[in-house]
Each structure stands twice: as structure tokens, then as C-alpha cells.
């Protein structure tokens, strides 16, 4: 069965200063349009997923529940995983690996530059850094969750807010 990882990167958010842990950054208003305006692009193009995971870190998690409300999702199934935050690449396979398999579409919501790092890993394509709010999508033939690993998919689509924007 053909299994597909879309990959999120958060939107645009607050600018590190000493009041706010970086952890803790929300959304601005530049990244709740973006997450907004991806959320339609997603819906329009009908791309979803099964299962919805996320950093927990506001900003990223804000993305997600943003997106899962554009898709006609509930946010309670939005599944909150710690090691995205800062767990590096492998944090992200791990999350992978672990879906279950009566699950087809997995989409996850990270940082840079891990997710950038693990989409290039995945598919070996070169896409340099993931804009914020932009989606990679990586498509996998014939394996299962656990057996995914490096250049196992293939990217089949990357796209920016700014190239949704641009196309309206």
C-alpha cells in the first residue's frame, strides 16, 4: 500500500526576545494567514491525512489545529509529540516509524531545520530550507511505516505560501 508523509513547517511566528522562550512563540498575524491560506490550498487540491501530528510547541501546534480546521477536521485528533521540538531528524522518524498501518497519509507539523533536513533525507531530493508555512509532500510505494527510512519516497510536491498566494 502506497503510504504519504506530508510535512508541515509552522508559519511565521513571534520574534525570539528574552521575554518569550523560544519554545513558547505563537503564531503572528502573518503566520495565522499563512497557516490559513495553506489550509484551503490543502482543501481545495483535497490532500489530507489520516493521522495529524505536531510539536507541541505553540507555533507549530497553532499551524496544525489551523489546517485540521480548514480540512473539516476536529483539532482533538491532533496527536501532540514532544521530540519534534527539538529531537532533530530522528525524532521524525521515529514518529514515522511508529504510525500505525491502518493509517495511509501521515501529516506532521515541525521546525526547522530538522523537518527540512528530514524531508531531504527521506526522498533525497534537494530543497534546501522548507519555507514557513510551506508543505513537502513525500510519497512511499510498497513498504510499511517501520520500514521507511533514507530515500525510500520520493517528493512529489513542495509548495510555499507565497506560491499559493501568487496563483490566485
Known sequence: MKKTLILVRHATA?????????????????????????????????????????????R?????????EKLGLNTDQLISDRDLYDGGPKAYLNALNSVSESFSKLMLFGHNPDIS????????????????????????????????????????LYKTPKQVSEAE
Open 117 to 156: 533536513h528530514f524531508a531531504e533525507y527521506m526522498s533525497g531530493a534537494d530543497l534546501g530550507s522548507m519555507k514557513k508555512g510551506s508543505v513537502a509532500i513525500i510519497e512511499f510505494e510498497g513498504l510499511k511505516w517501520e520500514e521507511l527510512s533514507a530515500k525510500t519516497g520520493q517528493l512529489t
Open 14 to 58: 513571534e520574534d525570539h526576545s528574552f521575554l518569550i522562550k523560544d519554545f513558547d512563540r505563537k503564531l503572528n498575524d502573518k503566520g495565522l494567514g499563512e497557516s490559513a491560506k495553506m489550509g484551503e490550498w490543502l482543501a481545495t487540491a483535497n490532500i489530507s491525512a489520516d493521522i495529524f501530528v505536531s510539536s507541541p510547541a505553540p
Open 60 to 68: 507549530a501546534y497553532q499551524t496544525a489545529e489551523i489546517i485540521a
